[in-house]
Nanobody, 125 residues
Framework: QVQLVESGGGLVQAGGSLRLSCAAS????????MGWFRQAPGKEREFVVA????????LYADSVKGRFTISRDNSKNMVYLQMNSLNVEDTADYFC??????????????????WGQGTQVAVSS
């Protein structure tokens, strides 16, 4: 059974930083591209960032480029999201997602077949 468990969310002031983690189990982690999506209250879930199976290719939403960094450690089955210069618009539930095996990273939800429960990020002004 595949499980993705996010952690690291919390309340932070604008301009601050947070690091989200996602622990994966029940899958051959290095076979799956990984992504982070977020959903703000009353809004649709949106793409944030994705990383290829080997970690050498990344995709970023324009809204987070230069502020957020995704990384993965295939030896630990972990993916991370370092978020810097946070602003109020970054407030959302953040979800870790895994694609089907051998799929590439994507900004659409279509290839993502496994999802975590989410971790809440709140940025105060």
């Amino acid at each position: 059974q595949v499980q993705l468990v996010e952690s690291g969310g919390g309340l932070v002031q604008a301009g601050g930083s947070l690091r989200l983690s996602c622990a994966a189990s029940g899958l051959t982690f290095s076979n799956n591209a990984m992504g982070w999506f977020r959903q703000a209250p009353g809004k649709e879930r949106e793409f944030v960032v994705a990383v290829s199976r080997g970690g050498d290719f990344t995709l970023y939403a324009d809204s987070v480029k230069g502020r957020f960094t995704i990384s993965r450690d295939n030896s630990k089955n972990m993916v991370y999201l370092q978020m810097n210069s946070l602003n109020v618009e970054d407030t959302a539930d953040y979800f870790c997602a895994s694609t089907r095996p051998l799929a590439g990273p994507s900004a659409t939800m279509e290839p993502y077949v496994y999802w975590g429960q989410g971790t809440q990020v709140a940025v105060s002004s």
